[in-house]
């Protein structure tokens, strides 16, 4: 059974840190073993509208791919730039030892393994990938984490259309 959605914002506990990450810039870590299933942190920040986070992450000549907006549902965006706390922070991995969860439209951090002391807390950003999508989409969005199973971008890969068929297995 999950944890009661917290009234207030969900303070940062006293046993994670922000500190250099050697995935991107800065990560969040612990300082004891976590349990699975543990609500670690909330990703707090200015909650805007899509049309106003596309102006903010079109303004600069190159957008940038580490803009710290995490979208809430279908009208709702969080800029954890303005007002943000540490969960902006956690990175990306191909193979997580948490997840964002959106409860209520709040964004929550949770466990989704026992972590161990000492570990950086990671979640797979499922980035939808920008339209139109830039031709250095790879170098631009590309993932660090070193997982073995590592798809190479925080961005969800674009699909490929498949080529309708003739019965005779030729291209229409």
């Not at 840190?17 to 707090?44: D, H, M, N, Q």
């Not at 800029?79 to 929550?108: L, Q």
């Not at 950086?120 to 999508?133: G, M």
């Not at 971008?153 to 291209?171: D, E, L, Q």
């Amino acid at each position: 059974m999950p944890p009661p959605v917290p009234e207030r914002a969900l303070r940062q506990p006293r046993y994670l840190s922000v500190r250099r990450s050697p995935l991107a810039g800065l990560g969040v870590f612990t300082t004891r073993a976590i349990p699975k299933g543990t609500r670690l942190l909330e990703y707090l920040g200015e909650r805007i509208s899509h049309d106003e986070a596309g102006e903010r992450y079109y303004a600069a000549k190159e957008p940038d791919a580490f803009v710290l907006l995490f979208t809430v549902n279908r009208k709702v965006v969080i800029d954890g730039g303005v007002g943000g706390r540490a969960a902006r922070y956690v990175n990306h991995s191909c193979d997580p030892n948490c997840e964002a969860d959106e409860i209520d439209g709040r964004i929550f951090i949770t466990s989704i393994r026992e972590i161990p002391a000492g570990a950086e807390l990671t979640y797979d950003y499922n980035l939808e990938a920008p339209s139109p999508l830039p031709r250095d989409w790879r170098r631009r969005y590309a993932c660090r984490c070193g997982a073995a199973r590592c798809r190479g971008t925080i961005v969800v890969r674009p699909r490929r259309r498949a080529v309708a068929t003739t019965r005779k297995g030729r291209s229409r």
